[in-house]
């Protein structure tokens, strides 16, 4: 499938099968964090980069297969980039909820909320899960890298108006990267952004995998702990936050979706997991969850071949072993992550 991919399991919407609108990265955000990779360029203009009618009929083809259809809890709608750029987002999200009762999910990064035709057209979602990292220009700019059209109040403002609009689950999500947007004033900027806005939960965020650029660096465990405790009564919203590595897993990553994989060819289970790692950057363990090969060493020797060919690239990042589709740039060499022969 080209732009159907998983399940992965979140810890929040459970067996989600992620549909990803773009079949390369078009983002009006170069956000220094991203699990994309860097942007070729900038788009800040809604289009159909891919066609609509090819989404759907992937869909479509997805749901006549009763069993699958019944292994998943969720649709997320996603991509390799901003899913609201599509022009076809409205026509999608309206063809899922005729085709299947399955609750709907969509993320955004919250920039063409200043549009009244975009927040309507995600109206037919069940959860949306807008990001707004900062409220601060300089912090915006420097985790983001905005188009220069983009403005951060009008951007506020379009966040605020559709939570005030949108009747259903919104969960705001906050990537922090240290030392750029979770100062002190950041934080107090961030609270008073989220003071009028209607929203359900917020999931406090950090640089979990292999960024593209080296100066994203994570926060620590405490340092978010601390920060979703004081955000937590500043708010009175509940606010995640990600487990430590190995004791649990942050918002959609892979875990433990048992699934058709497993009586795949080892050629098409290659695919799959080529395919799931062009989306972001996954541990062995991560594709273990998913895959269940029977351990991340076997996950390990079923993607050598991969590695030695180039098709993948390994790299370390806090600790952890991480592979990436070649085509998604390695990271620099830093002081939390560097490229593993
Ligand atoms: S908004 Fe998402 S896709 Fe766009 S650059 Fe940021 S992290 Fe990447």
Known sequence: MKYIFGPVHSRRLGRSLGIDLFSKKLCNLNCIYCEAGANAALVNKRGLATPTREIIAEINTFCS????????????????????????????????KKITSKPLAILTNSTTLTQAS???????ADIVIPSLDAAR????????????????DAIIDGLTRFSQQFPQQIWLEILLVRGLNDSPEDMEALQAAIAPMRIDRIQLNTVLRPPPEATALPLSHDRLRAIAASMEKATGLPV?????SGTGHASGSPTSA?????????????????NMV???????????????????????QLLEPLVKTRILHRSVHAGTRYYQASSIPLERPSSTSKPDR
Do not use: W
């Open 278 to 300: 062009q989306r972001r950057p996954c541990s062995a363990a991560d594709l273990e969850r998913v895959f269940q090969l029977g351990g991340p060493e076997q996950v390990e």
């Open 137 to 152: 220009q300089e912090s915006f700019s420097a985790v983001n890298r905005p188009a220069s059209s983009l403005d951060l």
């Open 65 to 96: 297969d009763v069993a699958r259809l019944d292994s998943i809890d969720v649709f997320t709608v996603t991509a390799k980039g901003e899913p609201t750029l599509h022009l076809g987002l409205g026509e999608i999200l309206l063809h899922l």
């Open 258 to 274: 048992r699934h058709q994989f497993r009586h795949s060819s080892p050629d098409a289970l290659r695919e799959e997991i080529v």
């Open 240 to 244: 995640d936050y990600p487990e430590p």
């Open 118 to 124: 975009v927040r309507d057209e995600l109206m037919p």
